[in-house]
């Protein structure tokens, strides 16, 4: 029979990734392995840049938190995972997409964002978005062209009352 003190052990970890899903907008499970630890400690500094985290469970452990959340990831807990999240919706996606494309032994799976499963090609529209310093620039960008035909219409109307 199993010590009392591993299954509470256990109990706390699977509560812990309950936590890092209901209080993360995105979380991504990718696998890792053939990956260096320089590699990882790489994938964690960037993470670390944009307030998000790598974490490493074991997938038995996943399993029971994500069906205790009701969230369906049948087929995609094989073999050693790991797990990418941030309260961000789109940064961790981006960092992980970026390091997915630039490392081939690191593929992602599934994700779940805003407490829903995310299946590739979801995760792939999110990391095409641009940031949100790109989005207010594109809209700034936008709307100066507003600004600079009301200040052309202003100026040829000033023009018009100073020749009457």
């Known amino acids: 029979m199993a010590n009392a003190k591993i299954i509470e052990g256990k109990k706390a970890v699977v509560e812990e990734i309950k936590?890092?899903?209901?209080?993360?907008?995105?979380?991504?499970?990718?696998?890792?392995?053939?990956?260096?630890?320089?590699?990882?400690?790489?994938?964690?500094?960037?993470?670390?840049k944009s307030d998000s985290q790598v974490k490493i469970y074991k997938n038995t452990l996943l399993k029971r938190a994500v069906d205790d959340l009701d969230i369906n990831l049948e087929g995609f807990l094989e073999g050693p995972n790991a797990i990418c999240y941030g309260k961000d919706l789109l940064e961790p996606i981006k960092v992980i997409s970026k390091f997915a494309k630039d490392h081939e032994k690191a593929n992602i799976t599934v994700g779940i964002?805003?407490?829903?499963?995310?299946?590739?090609?979801?995760?792939?529209?999110?990391?095409?978005?641009?940031?949100?310093?790109?989005?207010?620039?594109?809209?700034?960008?936008?709307?100066?062209?507003?600004?600079?035909?009301?200040?052309?219409?202003?100026?040829l109307y000033a023009e018009q009352l100073e020749n009457n």
Not at 32 to 40: A, D, I, N, R
Not at 126 to 153: C, K, N
């Open 113 to 155: 964002i805003e407490g829903e499963k995310a299946d590739l090609d979801t995760i792939k529209e999110y990391a095409s978005i641009p940031s949100r310093e790109g989005l207010l620039t594109m809209l700034a960008g936008g709307m100066i062209q507003y600004v600079r035909d009301l200040a052309i219409g202003l100026n």
């Open 19 to 48: 936590d890092v899903i209901k209080n993360n907008s995105s979380v991504i499970i990718f696998t890792y392995q053939g990956l260096t630890v320089s590699e990882l400690s790489d994938l964690r500094a960037e993470l670390k």
